[in-house]
């Protein structure tokens, strides 16, 4: 397989989890964000909406969104399963994922925070006030779920990763790289220490990928 991604992006981040925990060669060629490449006319030929993760496996056109290929992996990968075998349980696990992937990423990405700054004429501290906020909305949702709802185990769903943990840790890591404050959701950081101590989740941090700056 090839994906396109970015060092930065969570969604790419949750799909290299994937692959990486289901055990599938894969390589991966970074786009510059900052740069602006997402824009360029060859990748707008691959991903019209010029975002990543997209990824080629075999013939056809590449699969984007990130829900949409860990639900393709899932579907026609073996290895580790990332979603669990009964329908409540599932939809639970698909639902917690979504909070971070459909409700919260999408307000902090480049491109909202680029057209608040220049459409707005917002300043950088406010677009970042508001970026926060967004994060804290999806974290407040995620505390209030997994600490009072009876399916949370050591990791979202049970005892095993799921979908909603690939999602749940691409959040908590751009808590730290956008300064936000995570004091307030114990129940949050345990599920992602859990999901950082995984070799395979280790491999794909963000801070590990090409590109990314150097501590």
């Known amino acids: 397989m090839h994906m396109y991604g970015n060092w930065r992006s ?8 994937a692959l990486k925990l289901k055990g599938i060669a894969y390589e991966e060629t970074f786009i510059d964000l900052d740069a602006g490449d997402q824009h360029k006319l060859e990748f707008r030929a691959i991903n019209p909406q ?94 209030t779920r997994l600490a009072n709802e009876p399916g949370t185990g050591r990791f979202c769903q049970g005892d095993a990763v799921s979908h909603a943990d690939l999602c749940l840790v691409s959040l908590w890591v751009g808590t730290g790289i956008f300064g936000v404050d995570t004091a307030a959701y114990p129940t949050v950081g345990r599920i992602a220490a859990e999901c950082l101590a995984l070799p395979a989740v280790a491999e794909a941090h963000p801070l590990r990928q090409p590109g990314a700056p150097q501590a």
């Open 10 to 17: 969570a969604a790419a981040f949750r799909v290299r989890i």
């Open 50 to 143: 010029g975002a990543v993760p997209a990824l080629f496996d075999g013939d056809g056109p590449p699969l984007t969104q990130s829900l949409a290929i860990l639900d393709y992996l899932e579907e026609t990968q073996g290895g580790v399963r990332l979603l669990p075998e009964e329908p409540r349980a599932r939809a639970r696990a698909r639902s917690l994922a979504q909070v971070v992937a459909c409700d919260t990423h999408p307000l902090y990405v480049p491109r909202v925070r680029t057209f608040l700054m220049e459409h707005y004429d917002l300043p950088r501290e406010r677009m970042l006030d508001f970026l926060r906020n967004a994060f804290e909305t999806g974290l407040r949702t995620l505390e």
